[in-house]
């Protein structure tokens, strides 16, 4: 293995306190220890690390669910984590874990971060809409209408607007497009 000893002997506690507080030089190497692990027990104290009170911990947590092959549990805590306001500053980061997870029931959260989010935000939710699976339906696609109704009512229209307005036709299109040849079938 490409792990140093210390990290090999380490009990799963001792390696989720790596990832508690200040972060040390193996954070990385024990996030990917604690992925391959895998176990309820990590997946459950990855959870309570995505409300630790240092940043950088929850991002390792995240990080850590997103490699975790059975990782199904952690999705529902990562959006929340992507939700609480005390994280506004690493959503980017945090949503980038997304890409390790099963997401299909997340199109409206993740249209929805795409349209309002900063630009980094919106181009990881854009670049995850563009190229995971999701189980779109005509439900999906009226929620999803819904949100660019609001932004669409509630930002200047200017050039920027003018492209988004573009693109986030174009991806309508492209659903109801879906939704038609589905019925065909």
């Not at 997946?43 to 911990?57: G, Q, R, Y």
């Not at 997304?98 to 990881?124: H, P, T």
Request: glycine share 6%; charged share 30%; no cysteine.
């Amino acid at each position: 293995m490409a792990f140093d000893y210390d990290i090999q002997i380490m009990d799963i506690g001792a390696m989720i306190d790596k990832l508690s507080g200040d972060l040390g030089d193996k954070a990385y190497e024990v996030s990917d220890s604690l992925a391959r692990i895998g176990t309820q027990e990590v997946l459950e104290a990855m959870i309570v690390l995505l409300k630790n009170a240092n940043p950088e911990s929850r991002y390792m947590a995240a990080r850590t669910l997103g490699l975790m092959e059975d990782n199904e549990g952690g999705l529902a805590a990562v959006f929340e984590a992507i939700k609480d306001k005390e994280n506004q500053n690493q959503v980017g980061e945090l949503l980038s874990v997304l890409e390790g997870f099963d997401v299909s029931e997340y199109y409206v959260a993740l249209f929805k971060l795409y349209l309002f989010g900063n630009f980094k935000v919106s181009m990881i939710a854009k670049d995850l809409l563009d190229h995971k699976d999701f189980d779109i339906t005509h439900r999906v696609i009226k929620k999803a209408t819904k949100h660019w109704n609001h932004y669409s009512n509630n930002v200047k229209h200017d050039e920027l607007y003018e492209l988004k307005k573009i693109e986030v036709e174009e991806i309508f299109d492209d659903l109801s497009d879906f939704l038609d040849d589905k019925q065909v079938m």
